[in-house]
């Protein structure tokens, strides 16, 4: 069964502040992991990875990935308050489609 | 990116009654599409997979007879909570994989049972 595992749980920050997300797996047959971020609703797409080593970038968002080491980061940097939201690493795996959640990182960027 | 649509987005109502929720692709077809329940503060834990044309595929400790899933055409799946009682309040969340298997949400549906 494939497993996904965020860290921290929840980070509290102040507006400028530059921070790092974790997100490490264990699954059978992987294909590609993404990020995505919920406010109040459903989550929105950030990134896709497939490839060890490429960094994906959109504004103050990139991420990387690792294959080797299994795990991959969400950076954001210049925080706002309006990146105050849950953090969702999922990893697109065995079966066609389905994706396994980590816990989610809760990030809280006070102005 | 590509959109999907779930309605109602919050619904009310009582113990013992049945609630459809639906879930499109606006601008793609989705041959499986995902039913995702999230409880306050957790992540999102799948229900099951809705496939066009088949029968639903129900993750383990998820009760069949309970949230009926039909795909009835290739941009829509319902899910209906039957007979619902207090313990089904939660937060509904549907989404469909378009052809970059980017999988896209819909808004999502809170239901309270009273």
């Known amino acids: 069964e494939d497993k996904v595992v965020q860290s921290p749980l929840s980070l509290v920050v102040h507006e400028g502040d530059t921070v790092t997300l974790n997100c490490s797996y264990e699954v059978t047959n992987f294909r590609s992991l993404l990020w995505y971020k919920q406010e109040k609703k459903a989550p929105t797409f950030l990134f896709m990875l497939?490839?060890?080593?490429i960094e994906k970038k959109s504004g103050r968002l990139s991420s990387i990935l690792d294959k080797k080491e299994l795990f991959s980061i969400l950076n954001i940097t210049a925080t706002q308050t309006g990146d105050s939201a849950v953090y969702l690493c999922a990893d697109f795996g065995t079966s066609y489609g389905k994706l396994t959640f980590g816990q989610g990182t809760i990030l809280t960027v006070h102005p | 990116g590509a959109v999907v649509s779930q309605h109602p987005s919050w619904v009310i109502c009582k113990s013992g009654t049945s609630v459809k929720i639906e879930c499109r692709s606006l601008?793609?077809?989705?041959?499986?599409m995902f039913w995702y329940r999230q409880f306050p503060k957790q992540s999102l834990m799948l229900m099951a997979t809705s496939n066009e044309g088949s029968k639903a595929t129900y993750e383990q400790g998820v009760e069949k007879d309970k949230f009926l899933i039909n795909h009835a055409s290739l941009t829509l799946s319902t899910l209906t909570v039957t007979s619902a009682h207090p313990e089904d309040s939660s937060f509904y969340i549907c989404s469909a994989p378009e052809r970059k298997n980017i999988q896209y949400f819909g808004a999502g549906t809170r239901l309270s049972v009273l």
């Open positions: 601008d793609f077809q989705a041959t499986t």
């Open positions: 497939t490839s060890s080593g």
